[in-house]
């Protein structure tokens, strides 16, 4: 990925909803002006989901998702439309499409339910006006073009302002501020290339007008000696305690993972739950999810690392399991802890769905970054940047 280009979690989310055979592929290749999906006559021609990441005037960065129908049916067909609710848990806005003879009916009306449960703002679109004619609201044709420029304007009027409530870190430097990212280089580190929040700090940094210093951590020490005094330190978790000893009391630290927590609005129940590490049981199980599918390296911190530091801490066995992706369950209740990534693969609503999932049944949900400064007895530290949550802790 390219520093100018946006990553897929940080699109608007828009999915097309629908029967079977309801015209939503149709739809989605004319709104985008591309043959996306596969269209046929046939019922059910879609059975996975379909994903585009494209420029969408006048809404700017969009990810255009094309589901397969709502009503399928049979044993295949049940497990379609448990993907297609799965989709639900990132859309940010849904197109709901019928067609002027079917009209809405009961599987309208369930998609509806559900959007109103979810707070996703919704369109309603008839399809296929050159054969039925115009419906009660928004009718468009994929054949002919008709309603397609309004169907975009209305979907850009529901655009959310703001896809996060916070940015990864420009709110936090002055203009002309130097920060240091302490990023190390080793076998897990992709080859060539800096990982998607360092790629989006770095960003955000420059279009702040602030000095962006890049070092390793094997380095990071002699650094400070050139420049003692930072505005702020930024390190990758797993070399939180090393940064954290060689930083002066005086600088502001955290990590990549604290702040995506706090772009995807979940920091302050990660520091809430945190502190289940600190009075768990024999047996206990913990979730261990990542939401990316990257190829798990020998020294893996999910897999690997983490286990290892929750064991030596607590000095507790624990049962622990993992999840990568897009999987995430749906009931929690057996897991003590969910300790997940910083979700920088998804979007906003998605995280805010699987925290707020955790919450709801009772489960305690942090992340990476928080976890790890909590074992190293500097998480105070490592919120220094934040001092509206020093009271969580």
Known sequence: MGLNTTPSSERVHIAFFGRRNAGK?????????????VVSPVSGTTTDPVYKAMELLPLGPV?????????????????????????????????????AVAGIGSTERELIA??????????????????????????VSSATGEGINELKEALAALKPDEQSPYPVVSD??????????????????????LILPQQQTIRELLDAGCAALAVRDTEYAGFLEKYPSPSLVICDSQVFGKVAEATPESVRLTSFSILMARH?????????????????????????????????????????????MIKMFSGIDTEIRFTSGGTF?????????????????????????????????????????????????????????????????
Do not use: W
């Open 329 to 393: 369950p749906e009931d929690l209740r057996e897991y003590a802890l969910v300790l997940h990534c910083g979700g920088c693969m998804l979007n906003e609503r998605e995280m805010i769905h699987r925290m707020k999932t955790a919450v709801r049944q009772g489960v305690c949900f942090t992340n990476y970054g928080v976890a790890i400064a909590f074992m190293k007895g500097i998480l105070k530290r490592s919120l220094s940047p934040f001092p509206e949550l020093l009271n969580e802790i």
């Open 25 to 37: 592929s149709s739809l989605v290749n004319a709104v985008t002006g591309q043959d996306l999906a």
């Open 114 to 139: 559900l959007f109103e449960e979810r707070g996703i703002p919704y369109i309603t679109v008839y399809a296929k006006s050159d054969l039925h004619g115009a419906g009660d609201g928004l009718s």
């Open 264 to 308: 995807k609005g979940f920091l302050t129940e990660a520091v809430k739950g945190v502190k289940k590490l600190g009075s768990l049981h024999n047996g206990d199980k913990i979730l261990i999810s990542e939401g990316c599918t990257h190829h798990r390296q020998c020294n893996d911190i999910g897999s690997v690392k983490l286990p290892g």
């Open 172 to 193: 936090l430097v002055d203009p002309g501020s130097t920060v240091v990212l302490v990023i190390p280089i080793d076998k897990a580190a992709p080859k060539g290339r």
């Open 63 to 99: 990810m255009m998702i094309d589901t397969p129908g709502y009503d399928d049916e049979g044993e295949l067909g049940s497990l379609r439309v448990e993907k297609t609710k799965q989709i639900l848990r990132k859309t940010d806005i849904a197109v709901i499409v019928t067609d």
